[in-house]
């Protein structure tokens, strides 16, 4: 019995993705989301969607890159994307960034009139969004401030409105935010206050797609999605960023992003910060 087990387990070789199948979802990776993925990106595809072709019962990539070639498999498209892209996030992450909205824009912010808009591009399961909120309650005295906070994934985005954490994620806000930000909901999970959650609107958008909203924002947080695009996505991307800021508005990006080398009107204030003269 214990022979035959094996035996039947090393005829259900997992698939391999071959060069064909891996160009077919390169390129439409790349015109739907714009995220370029090199050669050397093959293993990751191939095991990031083992999991999905067993989901939908297929034996090989040949009969998932069908699959979604296909229109009823246009609705697969948005899932591989979110398969293959990285949602990684915390709270206060890069903590820098949000000393300097804490210790240089919100004073100026608070003095000045109207309402303040922030948006927060890529902002995955919510930690982004709901950080700025925490930091613009705290620092604009009564002026009101909203944040638009979008991403590509339907997955995460019902998350980030659910608004609801384990113990161990919030242990990254500072104590003094934590006891008037949060509401404990069940066992170690905690909810970000109405209060709060009021003050961001979720929204789905690929960032390659017509944008509906209309500026001006002064500030835009775009952190480690323009890792995934090449140059000349990343410049198309950051001159439209331009034409939504408000003059003198900030643009964050990530630390592992620049802009070094990209026609675009930015000026340079610290690493992964800049600003619209």
């Known amino acids: 019995m214990g ?144 944040i638009l906070a979008t991403d590509i994934s339907d997955r995460v985005l019902e998350q980030a409105r659910a608004g609801i954490y384990p113990a161990a994620r919030v242990q990254e806000i500072p104590a003094e935010l934590r006891r008037t930000a949060l509401t404990r909901v069940e066992g170690d999970k905690w909810s970000i206050r109405d209060d709060l959650r009021a003050m961001v609107r979720f929204a789905r958008l690929n960032l390659m797609d017509a944008w509906p909203m209309r500026g001006p924002f002064h500030a835009i947080f775009c952190r480690n999605v323009m890792i995934y695009f090449d140059r000349p996505t990343q410049e198309r991307l950051v001159n439209r960023f331009a034409s939504l800021l408000a003059p003198g508005g900030h643009l964050f990006i990530g630390h592992a992003e620049s802009l070094t080398g990209l026609k675009q009107p930015f000026e340079y204030v610290q690493p992964a910060l800049y600003r619209l003269p």
């Open 3 to 146: 022979v035959e087990k094996d035996m039947a387990l090393l005829e259900r070789q997992e698939p391999e993705l071959g060069t064909a199948e891996f160009e077919s979802i390169r390129l439409m990776v790349y015109d739907v989301a714009g995220i370029h993925l090199h050669e050397g990106k093959l293993g990751l595809v191939r095991t990031r969607l083992m999991r999905r072709l067993r989901d939908l019962g297929m034996a090989d990539f040949q009969s998932y890159v069908s699959l979604v070639k296909s229109a009823p498999g246009r609705d697969e498209i948005p899932r591989m994307v979110d398969i293959l892209t990285t949602n990684k996030t915390s709270f206060f992450r890069e903590s820098g960034h949000f000393d300097f909205l804490s210790e240089t824009l919100l004073p100026v912010w608070s003095g000045q009139q109207g309402e303040l808009r922030i948006w927060s591009a890529g902002c995955s399961t919510g930690e982004e969004p709901y950080t700025l909120a925490m930091l613009l309650r705290q620092g604009l005295r009564d002026r009101p401030g909203r």
